[in-house]
């Protein structure tokens, strides 16, 4: 019985399939998470409203899924019909039932051993289009897998992993293409995206996130200094189907912390930059930190909001920077409208009308040390952001915590860490967290809800007036969406670095969350 319904269920997700349109369209579907950010628009909102801030105080664990790894879990998982898919650090993709955990199917990458990594091994999900889960590996592979039976279709190489390239974003499907992007950028690689078919597995078109010869942009890198300037991917982008353009943020400059080498505004570094999705031609560009020299990567997944700015309607993409400023863009043609810090910053006195950054003599990194707000880890980092139609607040995981930059040796070497310097802590300071509710036209802090230690885990808002986060102390919480109240909380004794997602199905609505080695789904108390 058991092996029956576990093929039915299956089965029942091969039935239905996954075209394009759906995803399009998948405000009609609220019970599915079909993306990364649930949908193509980077908010990580969810309509469904079945768990609200009347009730959520009986959210209670469904169930429990437990990695069986040692990695980082990073996950963001996908659901489909009643049918859940989730990566676990480095090299696992599973197949999930939604009411109870059990196991459909898994696929394991046999991988190297022999990998150029700097920060873990970790993996944060899977894409699908039609009958087939795609997979970007640690090995800077995508790996296409039949979506009932984790059988593989195909696997292509984005890139050589010797030379320190890597792949650790969960790709985006968009019409009959597969887009994700090449980490590695403490290795000096030469960042780029990639989209290749879905069907076959043959690359459609490459950009590279640094320009090269030919290029107008390519005199912002001085000399040579271009060909391992690094500027990786390792966040999922998003989409906008009325330009079909898809907009990605890009990583750091390389090396990281010595600029010298490789003076100029280091284009298309620290920035976001919209393609076209048909041909991987560059629609516009916005670089949030020209020249960075502390590690600020702008890998923060991009916030489409339609919405109204000075009393007009506009489209806007916004961003709370991991260089401590919040930015409202146009995002037809990336035209700064508005920026504001929303963390502690020392570096620059503001931002030009352009949005430039004003920065300040003396805060570069030094050989003796300089201490600098916000630290590397930023005023946020990678976990991502949520935007609720419902409440018109943008919600950012806040890190206040300073650091001392050191300036180093920059000698690149093929497959050898790039960094050109470092940071230290600063003595005596007592770094903390927030969830930050800013008004996206103004970036004007509406509420915070502080924690102990410096926040680093995703959001997720729904129509049920919630927002669901955690800490890296190990709680999972509810806070009331408008007010920053706290409403419900789970204390898991493990800590937390992902991004929490919401799904129905059978009436009944679930909140996940990957927490330590273990993935924690919840429902409702009967």
Same mark, same amino acid.
């Given at each position: 019985m058991k092996i029956a319904a576990i093929l039915s269920l299956a089965g029942a997700l091969s039935a239905q399939n996954v075209p394009f349109q759906r995803i399009l369209d998948s405000q009609k579907e609220p019970q599915n998470w079909f993306t990364y950010s649930g949908n193509y628009n980077g908010q990580r909102h969810s309509s469904l409203d079945l768990i609200h801030a009347g009730n959520v105080k009986r959210l209670k664990v469904a169930w429990v899924h437990h990695s069986g790894?040692?990695?980082?879990?990073?996950?963001?998982?996908?659901?489909?019909?009643g049918v859940m898919f989730l990566t676990e650090g480095p090299n696992v993709v599973k197949s999930l039932d939604t009411r109870t955990g059990s196991l459909l199917w898994r696929y394991e990458r046999t991988i190297p051993k022999d990998l150029r990594l700097c920060c873990g091994r970790p993996n944060r999900g899977v894409a699908i289009l039609n009958d087939t889960v795609y997979y970007g590996s640690i090995d800077a592979h995508l790996i296409a897998l039949d979506a009932r039976t984790g059988r593989v279709k195909w696997d292509v190489e984005m890139a050589d992993y010797k030379t320190g390239y890597s792949s650790t974003v969960a790709p985006l499907a968009v019409k009959d293409k597969i887009i994700l992007g090449a980490a590695g950028g403490e290795f000096g690689i030469r960042g780029f995206i990639d989209a290749y078919d879905a069907k076959t597995g043959a690359r459609a078109w490459r950009f590279y996130t640094i320009p090269g010869p030919g290029d107008p942009d390519f005199g912002t890198w001085e000399g040579d200094s271009w060909k391992v300037?690094?500027?990786?991917?390792?966040?999922?982008?998003?989409?906008?189907?009325?330009?079909?353009?898809?907009?990605?943020?890009?990583g750091n400059p390389g090396p990281d912390w010595n600029g010298?080498?490789?003076?100029?505004?280091?284009?298309?570094?620290?920035?976001?930059?919209?393609?076209d999705v048909d041909t991987g031609v560059k629609r516009w560009h916005y670089q949030f930190t020209p020249h960075d020299t502390h590690d600020w990567d702008a890998t923060?997944?991009?916030?489409?909001?339609?919405g109204r700015f000075r009393g007009a309607p506009r489209k806007m993409v916004a961003t709370a920077n991991r260089n401590a400023f919040f930015y409202v863009l146009d995002r037809a043609n990336g035209k700064f409208l508005t920026g504001k810090p929303f963390v502690k910053q020392t570096w620059a006195r503001g931002l030009d009308d352009s949005g430039r950054p004003q920065v300040l003599p003396g805060t570069d990194p030094t050989e003796a040390g300089n201490a600098v707000w916000p630290s590397l880890a930023g005023g946020t980092n990678w976990a991502s952001p949520s935007y609720s139609p419902a409440t018109n607040l943008f919600y950012v995981p806040a890190r206040e915590q300073g650091a001392f930059y050191y300036k180093g040796e920059a000698d690149y070497k093929p497959g050898v860490i790039f960094n050109g310097g470092g940071q230290r802590v600063v003595p005596d300071e007592q770094p903390y967290g927030a969830i930050r509710a800013l008004d996206p036209e103004t970036g004007n802090l509406k509420w915070e809800f502080r924690t102990h230690t410096p926040a680093n885990v995703? #959001?997720?808002? $729904?129509? &049920?007036? /919630?927002?669901?986060?955690?800490?890296t102390q190990g709680d999972?919480?509810? #806070?009331?969406? $408008?007010? &920053?109240? /706290?409403l419900w909380r789970f204390r898991s004794n493990?800590?937390?670095n992902s991004n929490p997602m919401t799904y129905s199905v059978d009436g009944k609505q679930y909140v996940a969350m990957a927490i330590a080695r273990a993935l924690y789904v919840f429902d409702l108390m009967e």
């Open positions: 790894t040692t990695e980082s879990h990073e996950t963001t998982p996908l659901v489909v019909d300037g690094s500027a990786a991917i390792w966040t999922t982008g998003s989409y906008d189907p009325e330009t079909n353009t898809t907009i990605w943020g890009t010298d080498v490789r003076k100029g505004d280091n284009l298309y570094s620290c920035a976001f930059v919209a393609v923060q997944v991009p916030v489409l909001i339609d995703g #959001l997720l808002s $729904t129509k &049920g007036n /919630l927002v669901f986060t955690g800490s999972f919480f509810a #806070l009331n969406a $408008t007010t &920053g109240e /706290l493990g800590g937390m």
